[in-house]
């Protein structure tokens, strides 16, 4: 079951953003595990855009850093620990080194506590062990956006 560490919020990031909902990377090379979580956030008003590995997902960073446009930011990401190429753990170093206030969700099926460790003292928001409960990710990244339940998740479940 997916726990957050230390059962806290490590930082709360407000969230900004006009009109637009909250946009969220899923950074995940097993194919199901990225469309339940997908499905599962997009089915609660997010942007969801997909990565297949953590070079995409520094792609989609970069194209909003390019356009110059803020609100391409993503307001959380979410990604597995292990990837092909670029770790988890590699770009939460990179995002954080950078000043980055992006929230980040780490999850990963080879969970340790060294893992565990090193992601909460890079900054990770969230930590989850595969599998895992996916309201128990709804509900952290509900919290993390602020956004708003009113009468959402009742159409989707």
């Known amino acids: 079951m997916g726990r957050t560490m230390s059962g806290q919020w490590r930082h709360h990031r407000p969230v900004s953003r006009d009109t637009r909902p909250p946009r969220i990377i899923v950074a995940e090379d097993e194919p199901d595990v990225r469309k339940l979580v997908a499905i599962a956030l997009g089915g609660l008003g997010y942007e969801i855009i997909e990565a297949r590995n953590g070079a995409e997902l520094l792609d989609h960073i970069g194209d909003g850093l390019l356009s110059g446009d803020e609100s391409r930011r993503p307001d959380v990401i979410i990604s597995d620990v292990r990837m092909p190429g670029l770790t988890g753990l590699e770009i ?21 506590p060294e893992t565990r460790q090193e992601a909460e003292r890079l900054g990770a928001d969230a930590f989850f062990a595969k599998p895992f409960d996916i309201d128990d990710l709804m509900t952290a990244v509900i919290n993390m956006t602020h956004m708003p339940l009113h009468g959402r998740r009742d159409r989707y479940h």
């Open 92 to 112: 939460l170093a990179g995002l954080r080194q950078a000043n980055w206030p992006t929230a980040i969700v780490l999850m990963t099926a080879y969970p340790s």
